[in-house]
C-alpha cells in the first residue's frame, strides 16, 4: 500500500475509542537495538509509548531527531575505563518520504529532511525523524543532527529549534493537522512559537498543546540565555518584548519547562510522587496549567520473558525456576565475554544498571568498603554485583564514578562493570538480576522505569522510595523498599546519604540475602507478585490509554 505523506494518515485501522490525531514530540525514542536515537529513561519511555500506541491502534504519530551519531558508543580506553565514541549510524530500514524544507535557524535557512519509520518494520506507531545531514547545508548546520544533546550550547538550542520548529512544520508538510501537539519534555517548546504563528493567539495554542514534564526539580530544567534564543531564531520572528509578555518571563534565562507550563492547557508528571512534588515546585509561578499525574511504565510485550510468564500461570515452579536460571546464564556470557569473569547462575546477582547522575548513587554500595567486602566475601551466602550504564560523555564526575567502578572491580571475581548499556544489554542486564538495586535520592527520581522492565524479566526490586515505586512496593510482597528516613525532606544530603546507605546494607545482610538462600519458596513468590503487579499496573497500554483519556480529550 503506498502512502501519501502530503495528506498523511496513520496507515492501519484506528480503535474509534483511539481517534483524536496526536502528534508525539520527543528528543528520543528507543523503539528498538538497531535504532540508536535514545541516551536514557526518557527515550526508553519514548519508546514504550509508540509501541503501545500501535498495540492500541492509536491514531497518534511520533516525531523526532536522525541523530547521525547516536548519543554515543560507549567503549573502554586501554586500562578499561570510559571511552566514549562517535561512529556513523546507517539505517537501510527507514524509507524517503520525499519530504525537504527549510526552517530558519541562526537568521539562516536551513534545510530539513524527514525519514519515516514505518510501523510494520518495528511494530511501533509511525515515527519521522528530521536531519540538517545533507549536502545543501554549510557544516555547522549540518551538525545540528550529528550528536543528542550536544554539549556545545548553540547546537543544542538548535536541536530544541529543530524538534519544536521543524516538527511543526513537518506536520504542515504532511497534512496531518493533529488535535494535539504533545511535548514529551519541554525540549521542543519552540513548537509554540511557530503555531502561535499559525493560530494567531494563546488562547487557541492552548487547545492544541499538551506537556509531559520529567524533571523532580527546578535546576535541572532547561533555561537559555534569552538573547542568545532570540538571536537562533528560536522565536520564530517574534520580538523579546512579546516573548517576555506571552510567556511572563521577566529575566534573561529563558526557562524552557515554565514556557510549557503557561502555553499548554495540561501538563502531566510522570508518577504520583512526582506529581506532588511539580505542583509545589511550580506553585511559586503563576499562569501554570493543571498539573496531573500520568505514571510511566514500559511495553510489556516488548519486554517481559513470556516464558516465564508462561510457567507461572501454569504454576510450573520447575519450569520457572529452569527459566530464570537459563537467561541468568545466558547473560552471563556477555559478562564473561566483556570482563573475564565467569558467573554462577545458582547465585545471588544484584544488578545496578541505568544513566550515571550524581543523584543515582551509582557506586553507593561501595560507600562504606568494609561492608561492601564482607557481603563480597561471605560463603555461606554468596553474591555476584554487575554495573552498566551511561554517563552523559561530558559529565565528567558521573564519569569519574563510572571509572572508580571498573577499578574496584579488578580486585573481586565477583564483580564486573560493563558497558553497552542500550535496550539488548538491558534486557539481557533484568534477566541476569535477581536483585534489581536502585537507590536514587528520594525524591529526585520523576519516575524511574528500569525497575518495571526488571520486574516483567524475573527481577525482585530493591528501591529507595522514590518515583514509581511508592505505587508498587508492597515490602516483603512484591519488593524491597528502603524506608523513608523521618523528616526526610530537611536533612543534609550526607545525613541522607548516611541513613539510606545503613538501611540498604541492613536489609541486603538480614533480610533479603538470607531469604534468597534459605526461603526459596518466599523467594519465587516475591518474584511472581511482582511480574504480576508490574503487569498489572505498569504495562504501558495503561499509559497510552491515559494519555488519551486524560490530556488528549
Request: charged share 25%; hydrophobic share 35%.
Amino acid at each position: 500500500m503506498s502512502i501519501n505523506f502530503r495528506s498523511y494518515q496513520v496507515p492501519y485501522s484506528i480503535n474509534e475509542e483511539y481517534s483524536r490525531k496526536a502528534a508525539y514530540f520527543s528528543m528520543e525514542f528507543a523503539i528498538h537495538q538497531p535504532l540508536k536515537i535514545y541516551s536514557g529513561g526518557l527515550g526508553f519511555l519514548a519508546g514504550s509509548h509508540l509501541r503501545s500506541a500501535y498495540e492500541l491502534r492509536q491514531n497518534l504519530i511520533g516525531v523526532g531527531i536522525l541523530w547521525k551519531y547516536g548519543y554515543y558508543d560507549q567503549t573502554r580506553n586501554q586500562d578499561q575505563t570510559l571511552q566514549p565514541s562517535w561512529m556513523e549510524k546507517i539505517y537501510s530500514f527507514l524509507e524517503d518520504p520525499g519530504i525537504k524544507f527549510q526552517i530558519n535557524i541562526h537568521d539562516t535557512p536551513v534545510w530539513v529532511k524527514a525519514y519515516y519509520l514505518n510501523p510494520e518494520t518495528f511494530k511501533s506507531a509511525p515515527l519521522f525523524l528530521l536531519s540538517t545531514d545533507l549536502p545543501e547545508n554549510d557544516y555547522v548546520s549540518q551538525t545540528i543532527t550529528h550528536r543528542l544533546y550536544d554539549a556545545n550550547v548553540a547546537t543544542k538550542v538548535a536541536q530544541f529549534i529543530l524538534l519544536g520548529v521543524g516538527g511543526a512544520r513537518l506536520i504542515d508538510e504532511i497534512g496531518y493537522n493533529p488535535d494535539v501537539y504533545h511535548l514529551n519534555e519541554a525540549h521542543g517548546i519552540s513548537a509554540a512559537f511557530y503555531l502561535l504563528n499559525k493560530f494567531k493567539s494563546v488562547e487557541k495554542l492552548k487547545e492544541h498543546l499538551v506537556f509531559t514534564t520529567h524533571t523532580p526539580e527546578e535546576a535541572g530544567n532547561e533555561k537559555h540565555d534569552i538573547y542568545l534564543c532570540q538571536k537562533m531564531s528560536y522565536f520564530c520572528g517574534m520580538e523579546i518584548d512579546e516573548v517576555r509578555r506571552l510567556t511572563g518571563i521577566k529575566d534573561d534565562q529563558f526557562n524552557h519547562s515554565l514556557a510549557a507550563l503557561r502555553f499548554a492547557r495540561k501538563a502531566n508528571a510522570v508518577s504520583r510522587l512526582h506529581g506532588d512534588v511539580s505542583r509545589a515546585m511550580w506553585s511559586a509561578y503563576e499562569n501554570i496549567c493543571p498539573i496531573i499525574s500520568i505514571t510511566n511504565a514500559q511495553n510489556w510485550r516488548y519486554w517481559a520473558d513470556k516464558q516465564l510468564y508462561r510457567h507461572m500461570e501454569e504454576s510450573n515452579d520447575a519450569g520457572f525456576d529452569d527459566r530464570k536460571r537459563y537467561l541468568k546464564r545466558r547473560a552471563f556470557e556477555i559478562v564473561a565475554d566483556q570482563t573475564g569473569k565467569v558467573f554462577d547462575p545458582e547465585v545471588l546477582t544484584i544488578v545496578w544498571a541505568r544513566r550515571f547522575a550524581g543523584y543515582k548513587r551509582a557506586d553507593f554500595l561501595t560507600q562504606d568498603i568494609r561492608r561492601f567486602e564482607k557481603m563480597l566475601n561471605n560463603a555461606r551466602y554468596p553474591v555476584q554485583i554487575i554495573w552498566a550504564g551511561k554517563p552523559y560523555p561530558v559529565d565528567y564526575p558521573a564519569i569519574t564514578q563510572f571509572n572508580n567502578l571498573v577499578h574496584i572491580s579488578k580486585n573481586y571475581k565477583n564483580v564486573a562493570v560493563l558497558v553497552g548499556y542500550e535496550l539488548a544489554l538491558s534486557k539481557r542486564m533484568k534477566q541476569a538480576s535477581d536483585v534489581w538495586l536502585n537507590n536514587p535520592r528520594v525524591p529526585r527520581e520523576a519516575s524511574g522505569t528500569s525497575g518495571m522492565t526488571a520486574a516483567m524479566n524475573g527481577a525482585v526490586n530493591f528501591s529507595t522510595d522514590d518515583g514509581w515505586i511508592p505505587e508498587f512496593i508492597n515490602h516483603g510482597n512484591n519488593g524491597f523498599v528502603v524506608p523513608l528516613a523521618p523528616g526526610y525532606q530537611q536533612m543534609s544530603v550526607h545525613d541522607m546519604d548516611e541513613y539510606d546507605l545503613e538501611k540498604i546494607y541492613d536489609l541486603l545482610e538480614n533480610q533479603i540475602i538470607p531469604l534468597y538462600y534459605d526461603g526459596q519458596d518466599t523467594w519465587r513468590h516475591i518474584m511472581k507478585n511482582g511480574m504480576r503487579d508490574v503487569r498489572f499496573q505498569f504495562d504501558s497500554n495503561r499509559m497510552a490509554h491515559e494519555y488519551y483519556e486524560l490530556m488528549y480529550k
